[in-house]
């Protein structure tokens, strides 16, 4: 008998989660200098770091040989005041998927379930199988979570519903009034996470207030992450907030150090640089108009997104496009795993990589015989002329 044969059935049914790309590891396989390449695959801000949370990490580097101060306190004093929680209602996580595993594990239990939207994170089957819990997966509407759907699946089981808003990798955003009018019909029995991890490239006039809703729904999770528009994602920092007794929980459950201090000091600092932010927001804006309009340009369909990337379909192989563009230096995401096998996902870069990423799309799409092939030389003058700063 093999040790493995003895984990449990349900652990050894997960399929691995599959991450972007590395550059590193693209260059290896192309032989390709790792400066001519660009990722566009794990929606990470083409800004950077806010100067001020690198300055606060880099002190913080004198610090490593001591344990991280396990209770986040400074950081969560940081996140009290900015949200108008109290500490206790704050759970700090190696990343808001640390935060997302811990619901699982405090509320589910073998055979309980969550429900959740097709084409929603993978995180949430993945988090949901590790503990035994059952996934009840609700067929998407127009890409977007069908929250009539949703509530109709929940079972006297359920535990936990994900709902991510702005979803990846679809980019579908939910008013928040239908969150909300879910919140008020949905079992106070089921804890709804709510995972806001785009939350900050939202238009103010999109934003719902979710986190008034904590007042009132003692079983609301609401997620965070600093990996996105703060781009710290390789420091791994995320949060929770949610009812006292809840996070009380999730407190309990978590490792006593989940947080690195590097993490935690440049989570505080990045806070601070609201100016960061807001150039991370502007950047974006105006990234996914550069890519919607080359996109419409070569007639391109795609789901408009409220995030930081795009999902769009390819008309033709998806395959091998996706090779052309790694031939070509370009890594996006193949999103066949969230039973979307026709579309590609493109995270918005800086003006320059969004420029590449479409013309090299015109030509992976010529190469690989993927659009009709007369309308590619027009195709590809277009997306030069859009690429240049011409009209679209
Ligand atoms: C919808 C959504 N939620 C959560 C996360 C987790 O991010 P992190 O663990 O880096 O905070 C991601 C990351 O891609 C995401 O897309």
């Known amino acids: ?70 209770s986040g306190f400074e950081l969560k004093t940081a996140l009290s005041e900015r949200y108008g929680v109290t500490s206790d209602q704050i759970v700090l996580g190696n990343g808001s998927n640390d935060v997302l595993e811990l619901a699982a594990r405090v509320f589910l239990k073998p055979g309980a379930s969550t429900v959740y939207s097709q084409h929603a994170f993978a995180v949430y089957p993945l988090v949901t199988k590790a503990v035994g819990g059952i996934g009840i ?26 709902i991510a808003n702005p979803n990846n990798p679809t980019g579908t955003l939910l008013p928040a009034d239908d969150v909300l009018r879910f919140l008020e019909r949905v079992s106070p029995d089921v804890l709804v996470v709510l995972d806001e991890a785009y939350n900050e490239y939202l238009p103010p006039a999109l934003k719902g207030d979710s986190i008034a809703w904590l007042k009132q729904f003692p079983n609301l999770l609401i997620t965070r992450t600093f990996s996105k528009a703060y781009g710290m994602a390789g420091v791994r920092v995320g949060f ?5 007794q ?10 006593p150090f989940n947080v690195n201090n590097i993490g935690l000091a440049g989570a505080v600092a990045a806070l601070q640089d609201e100016e960061f932010v807001k150039r991370s927001y502007a950047l974006n804006q105006a990234g996914m108009l550069q890519i919607v309009t080359g996109l419409r340009q070569m007639g391109i369909e795609y789901i408009p997104s409220y995030g930081n990337f795009l999902s769009f379909r390819v008309p033709g192989d998806v395959k091998a496009v996706n090779e052309s563009l790694l031939r070509q230096g370009v890594i996006v995401r ?18 320059p990589e969004n420029e590449k990423f479409l013309k090299s799309l015109a030509i992976a799409l010529e190469t690989a015989g993927g659009a009709a092939a007369d309308t590619i030389p027009e195709m590809t003058a277009r997306v030069s002329q859009v690429a240049a700063g011409g009209s679209a």
Do not use: W
């Not at 991450?19 to 290896?28: H, N, Y």
């Open 1 to 70: 008998m093999n040790i493995c044969d003895l984990a449990p059935a349900y652990i050894r049914a997960i399929s691995p989660y599959q991450p972007g790309k590395p550059i590193s590891e693209l260059a290896r396989e192309m032989g390709m200098d790792e400066q001519s390449i660009i990722k566009l695959a794990s929606n990470e801000n083409p800004l950077g770091t806010s100067p001020m949370a690198l300055n606060a990490m880099s002190k913080a580097l004198g610090e490593v040989s001591l344990y991280p101060d396990g």
């Open 334 to 351: 193949p999103i066949s795993i969230y039973e979307m096998p026709e579309h590609l996902r493109v995270t918005v870069g800086l003006e």
């Open 137 to 162: 997966s609700v067929p998407a509407r127009n890409y977007g979570h069908d929250l009539d759907g949703m509530l109709d699946a929940v079972a006297p089981e359920t535990r936990v519903v994900f």
């Open 246 to 255: 809840v996070a009380g929980l999730m407190n309990r459950v978590r490792q």
């Open 240 to 244: 929770g907030l949610a009812h006292p």
